[in-house]
């Protein structure tokens, strides 16, 4: 067994060279590096300690090539509580006094480059309260009593501005189920005692419009049980 000399290792340089040199693994160096404590782990702690947290978390993110989350979690660690705060333009009171808030709020956060929470604070603050536009669901009994539950659920939605569960929920209230209309063919049983069930079920189904396996329902209920054909080619 080969005796190393660790404590002359210089352990900052790569420990893929190390391991090169010594003939070892790169675990085995990591193992010995922390043994000594100057392994990776501690001299990333050691890079964490001498950051200086009182500046951007995204400047201090893009310096050290790591994300701002990262940052903001080695602050808390240390005991720093920074909110993380978006750099926004400034932006005077007679700026925003001709601001126009009736126009939505996400033209005037691309106008103005603030946020949405901004946008809303600055209106708020002269006296502008403006609602999100949600379904109408206060229209008035009498006013439902007069829809005509026939017609598409999406098209009266459309009209009234609601959405067309709340057309539904109206409609079953009045005692009205309006069910899905799938198209159907309905083949007469005279029909289906007329077909030639010696033909290939899949041109019969074509021809009437339905499954091959209605096709071999109906042959199984008069009697006729058709084995599929084997291709016996090859054997002959």
Not at 49 to 59: K, L
Not at 69 to 81: D, L, P
Not at 124 to 132: L, S
Request: with cysteine.
């Amino acid at each position: 067994m080969v005796k190393r000399n660790w404590d002359a290792v210089d352990f900052s340089r790569p420990y893929k060279e190390i391991a090169a040199e010594l003939g070892c693994t790169v675990a085995a160096v990591s193992l010995q590096a922390n043994k000594r404590g100057t392994g990776i782990r501690k001299r990333r702690i050691e890079k964490w300690d001498t950051v200086d947290f009182s500046r951007p978390y995204q400047d201090i993110a893009d310096e050290l090539q790591c994300t701002a989350s990262a940052v903001s979690h080695q602050a808390k660690k240390r005991g720093i509580q920074k909110l993380i705060r978006a750099r926004q333009p400034e932006i005077s009171p007679a700026e925003w006094d001709a601001v126009d808030f009736s126009q939505p709020y996400s033209d005037i956060v691309a106008q103005t480059g603030a946020t949405i929470a901004t946008v809303n604070a600055q209106a708020r603050k002269r006296g502008i309260r403006k609602r999100r536009k949600a379904a109408r669901t206060n229209l008035p009994e009498k006013h439902w009593d007069a829809v005509d539950f026939s017609r598409p659920y999406g098209e009266i939605a459309a009209e009234l501005g609601c959405t067309a569960e709340i057309v539904s929920s109206h409609a079953i209230k009045r005692g009205i189920r309006k069910r899905r209309k799938v198209p159907r063919t309905v083949t007469p049983i005279e029909k289906w005692d007329a077909v030639d069930f010696s033909r290939p079920y899949k041109e019969i189904a074509a021809e009437l419009g339905c499954t091959v396996a209605t096709v071999r329902f109906q042959a199984k209920k008069r009697g006729i049980r058709k084995c599929p054909q084997k291709n016996n080619e090859a054997g002959e």
